[in-house]
């Protein structure tokens, strides 16, 4: 069954006439594929009516299919008319065209988010392809790293853009030294040494990847012993992976696996990738909801370890989990 009309059955489901849906990833999760800068898409009847403005409605008109059609964006006033299902995301300055009877559609559009199709994979893996790609580019110049976090911060986001991304699925993480034991600091102008921390994202058609990959130029043997601890711990989890296990679960064995170093283990072990970078299923033993892994599902596995005021490793892969394992998407080298 396809997205639009899977939705429409769940509006009439739950008597829901007019549905109006102003988030862009949504949006995009509906098109599979970017949307226009200012888009709104709403349902009503059988069928999906993307507006957007005058100057975009002949570009956008390639969108049309079956059940959508693209009309030009007139009045707030009239989008609203007659709305009775909106997100939980809706700005408060248009409460005031709802009724007191309108239903939150978000939980229906999270749980369809979750299971990805063969069209939105295809995307994804092309999302992938292209930060492999610059992952490439790193590893190729390792050995003249006499740049800075924000040089090669610049380069990475360049070789994406060049291409094929849209943009970054992410602000892209790139630094060295002292500061890999901060998990999502930013780069600087600092001189990149001792150990490199790349964490990067592109984003085609809508669709985001999400890899990070840490490299030890100047190891200790402590920076060796970690990087093996964390590899290691992922690989771990990656023998459990597939169809039917508990979210919770993979998380609690990568934990495990760390033995000692576990306590320094301050993040999930991973979560869902699409139209965003971070979607439902979140791999955390702390997660309000536990979650069983289906097929279908595409989530990254990114064990951490971090010793303050030392240095940090992470390491991160995409997967598509299947029926009996699954298949790693993201394919750059290790360190």
Do not use: Q
């Not at 301050?266 to 965003?276: C, K, N, W």
């Amino acid at each position: 069954m396809g997205k639009i009309k899977e939705f429409v059955e769940y509006l009439h489901e739950n008597e829901i006439k007019k549905a109006v849906i102003l988030k862009k990833e949504n949006i995009n999760y509906f098109l599979e594929r970017y949307p226009p800068n200012f888009s709104v898409l709403v349902f009503e009847g059988e069928e999906g009516i993307l507006y957007v403005p005058k100057l975009d409605y002949e570009m956008a008109k390639k969108y049309e299919r079956n059940n959508l059609r693209v009309e030009i964006f007139d009045k707030w006033e009239n989008i609203f008319e007659g709305c009775d299902g909106v997100e939980e995301t809706l700005p408060i300055k248009f409460l005031k065209y709802l009724s007191k009877d309108y239903k939150i559609i978000s939980e229906k559009i999270k749980e369809m988010r979750v299971i990805k199709n063969k069209s939105e994979i295809k995307l994804i893996k092309k999302a992938v392809e292209i930060s492999d790609k610059a992952v490439e580019y790193v590893t190729e110049n390792l050995e003249n790293m006499n740049k800075t976090e924000n040089e090669l911060s610049a380069e990475i986001e360049y070789v994406m853009k060049r291409n094929g991304s849209i943009r970054p699925s992410f602000d892209t993480i790139v630094i060295s030294d002292k500061k890999t034991s901060y998990p999502h600091e930013l780069p600087s102008n600092k001189i990149i040494k001792n150990i490199l921390l790349i964490d990067i994202g592109a984003v085609y058609g809508g669709y985001c990847s999400d890899i990070t990959r840490t490299f030890l130029l100047n190891p200790s043997k402590k920076m060796e012993e970690v990087y093996d601890i964390v590899f290691n711990a992922k690989k771990e989890a990656e023998k459990y992976l597939k169809e039917g296990i508990s979210a919770k679960e993979l998380d609690k064995i990568a934990r495990e696996f760390m033995g000692e170093y576990k306590e320094y283990f301050i993040h999930s072990l991973g979560h869902g990738v699409g139209v965003e970078v971070h979607e439902t299923p979140a791999l955390s033993i702390k997660a309000e909801e536990d979650i069983v892994l289906k097929e279908g599902m595409v989530l990254t596995i990114e064990p951490g370890i971090y010793l303050k005021d030392e240095f940090g490793v992470r390491i991160e892969d995409l997967y598509l989990v299947k029926k009996k394992g699954f298949e790693r998407l993201s394919n750059a080298k290790y360190w």
